[in-house]
């Protein structure tokens, strides 16, 4: 706890973009991603020598969530800030904010380690994620920022920012925007453009064609071009650009005619063998040195058919959770278009019917021979459904619709379970739901009758309190013998996170 709040003391007299300089130690290490995973640190640190005065780092964000040891990883290199707080500069990522933290797993595992003090070390992550920088200046010619930048990107206006108010990216200031948080458009209010430079500098990706666009695929931010690149960068006397943000197989990646390099350092990200880890030396003269490595346990290394069929088996599970979450939408439109009653559908049918619904630019004629029983160019469209089903606790018929939101109410849980007892009453559990069902769709929404059922099924103890673990993890998908397709099937390794979700104001005007 003390190095929490001499961290935040610290980071307090810090500008909100930061300088830092090449001159004295010859060369600056920048690492991306590190997502809670430990070994890829330590391996880093190995490789590459600690942080010292004369061997400085750039830690470029999202070093919490999703792994087991956000933690550690966090206390290291805090501590390393506090020994070194010219040589150690850590930007902040889209993740270092308590909405990602009750999704992602953060705030899950600080209640697990330290479960008398959790919520008031909660509260101090909070402060710290805070103050930390949005960005670096490396010998004034190279930005270091997570996410990227929009047309709008102004450095000097960000260094002015009073970044301390962003508590969550994802919540703005009262004033920001309308009620409809995914509604940024054009921002008349000066704090709404501010906020949308905030988010932008956090949450974007870089794209191969001109332009600036909204991001709609993570939902926050936008797609910049290397055009924008070229003129956001040249506007500021600026050579080149070092994001993170996204996984890369090779570890790292250049684009925009190699003045964005994309920086990512946790290896086996999805899966064993799934990607490497890189981290990026830069030397006086804006010189580079690339290096790459991969954590394992084992000294063998994966062929590239182990390495692709362990990344497919959870590509594949994660497919069947978003089918089995769209069972009854997947079956309506389907029989709209089995006039005849029979049970079969032409394969375009069943190709624009799964485009549409799952909402995934997949090679579904491919993929059909693992998903649904065909019959030359006719698809069987309920055998989708014949080889696995959903369960959860005793109760053997669960609502798709529920099974879809199972993210979202955790969310909600979380919140409400302000004292991270661990646990809702079960008239908490049905306001969530409530709260939920005003938030999506009218066809998406679930019934009173199912969350009854699910109430009382997931109140093992029939104490009147659900506890949130049990919850989340009672929830599988079974084959036809009722075995699990996958354990632990509630992973927080989604490929792309979406932030900024339609059920993110509901949330927070419940929890207020």
């Given at each position: 706890m003390e190095i929490l709040l001499e961290t935040r003391k610290k980071l307090m007299t810090i500008g909100t973009i930061s300088?830092?300089?090449?001159?004295?130690?010859?060369?600056?290490?920048?690492?991306?991603?590190?997502?809670?995973?430990?070994?890829?640190?330590?391996?880093?640190?190995?490789?590459?020598?600690?942080?010292?005065?004369?061997?400085?780092y750039i830690f470029n964000g999202d070093f919490v969530d999703r792994g087991p040891h956000s933690v550690e990883i966090s206390m290291l290199l805090f501590s390393s800030f506090l020994l070194?707080?010219?040589?150690?500069?850590?930007?902040?990522?889209?993740?270092?904010?308590?909405?990602?933290?009750?999704?992602?797993?953060?705030?899950?595992?600080?209640?697990?380690?330290?479960?008398?003090?959790?919520?008031?070390?909660?509260?101090?992550?909070?402060?710290?994620?805070?103050?930390?920088?949005?960005?670096?200046?490396?010998?004034?010619?190279?930005?270091?920022?997570?996410g990227g930048i929009s047309s709008d990107t102004n450095l000097n206006f960000l260094k002015k920012v009073d970044r301390h108010k962003y508590i969550s990216i994802l919540r703005p200031p009262p004033g920001?925007?309308?009620?409809?948080?995914?509604?940024?458009?054009?921002?008349?209010?000066?704090?709404?453009?501010?906020?949308?430079?905030?988010?932008d500098l956090l949450w974007s990706d870089p794209k191969m064609q001109n332009g600036c666009e909204p991001n709609t695929f993570r939902g926050g931010g936008c797609f910049y071009?290397?055009?924008?690149?070229?003129?956001?960068?040249?506007?500021?006397?600026?050579?080149?650009?070092?994001?993170?943000?996204?996984?890369?197989?090779?570890?790292?990646?250049?684009?925009?005619?190699?003045?964005?390099?994309?920086?990512?350092?946790?290896?086996?990200?999805?899966?064993?063998?799934?990607?490497?880890?890189?981290?990026?030396?830069?030397?006086?003269?804006?010189?580079?040195?690339?290096?790459?490595?991969?954590?394992?346990?084992?000294?063998?290394?994966?062929?590239?058919?182990?390495?692709?069929?362990n990344v497919a088996m959870t590509a594949m599970h994660e497919?069947?959770?978003?089918?089995?979450?769209?069972?009854?939408?997947?079956?309506?439109?389907?029989?709209?278009?089995?006039?005849?009653k029979t049970g079969m559908i032409p394969l375009k049918d069943w190709v624009s019917v799964m485009q549409a619904v799952i909402d995934a630019k997949l090679p579904w004629r491919i993929l059909r021979e693992q998903i649904v029983r065909a019959e030359g160019q006719m698809i069987a469209y309920e055998s989708t459904f014949s080889d696995f089903h959903l369960t959860c606790a005793n109760t053997p018929n669960v609502a798709p619709s529920f099974y879809r939101n199972v993210d979202n109410l955790e969310t909600i849980f979380r919140l409400i379970d302000g004292g991270n007892k661990g646990?809702?009453?079960?008239?908490?559990?049905?306001?969530?739901?409530?709260?939920?069902?005003?938030?999506?769709?009218?066809?998406?929404?679930?019934?009173?009758?199912?969350?009854?059922?699910?109430?009382?099924?997931?109140?093992?103890?029939?104490?009147?309190?659900i506890e949130l673990n049990e919850f989340v993890e009672s929830f599988r998908l079974v084959d036809r013998l009722g075995r699990p397709i996958l354990?632990?099937?509630?992973?927080?390794?989604?490929?792309?996170?979406?932030?900024?979700?339609?059920?993110?104001?509901?949330?927070?005007?419940?929890?207020?």
């Open positions: 300088t830092a300089s090449t001159d004295l130690s010859g060369q600056l290490t920048i690492c991306g991603d590190l997502h809670g995973k430990l070994d890829d640190l330590l391996i880093i640190f190995y490789k590459n020598g600690l942080p010292a005065s004369n061997n400085p070194y707080p010219n040589a150690v500069f850590i930007n902040r990522g889209n993740h270092e904010d308590y909405v990602m933290n009750l999704r992602y797993g953060f705030v899950k595992e600080i209640m697990a380690k330290y479960k008398k003090h959790a919520t008031q070390l909660l509260r101090l992550y909070q402060e710290v994620f805070s103050w930390l920088p949005l960005g670096t200046i490396v010998d004034k010619r190279v930005l270091c920022c997570h920001c925007v309308d009620d409809n948080i995914l509604n940024r458009g054009e921002m008349d209010s000066e704090a709404g453009k501010e906020w949308k430079q905030v988010v071009g290397p055009d924008v690149s070229s003129s956001v960068l040249e506007r500021h006397k600026l050579d080149l650009l070092i994001r993170s943000h996204e996984c890369k197989s090779d570890g790292y990646e250049w684009t925009h005619d190699r003045r964005v390099l994309t920086i990512f350092s946790a290896s086996n990200y999805y899966e064993k063998g799934s990607n490497k880890g890189a981290y990026v030396k830069l030397l006086p003269g804006v010189k580079l040195q690339i290096v790459q490595f991969m954590a394992s346990k084992t000294q063998r290394r994966l062929t590239i058919r182990e390495s692709v069929g497919l069947r959770e978003r089918i089995i979450g769209h069972k009854e939408d997947l079956l309506r439109e389907c029989r709209a278009y089995d006039h005849r646990a809702v009453t079960v008239d908490e559990f049905v306001h969530a739901c409530e709260t939920l069902n005003q938030a999506i769709g009218e066809n998406a929404r679930i019934s009173a009758e199912d969350i009854r059922t699910i109430a009382r099924a997931v109140d093992l103890n029939q104490d009147g309190l354990p632990n099937n509630r992973k927080n390794t989604a490929p792309i996170e979406r932030g900024f979700h339609p059920t993110i104001d509901a949330v927070f005007q419940h929890a207020e």
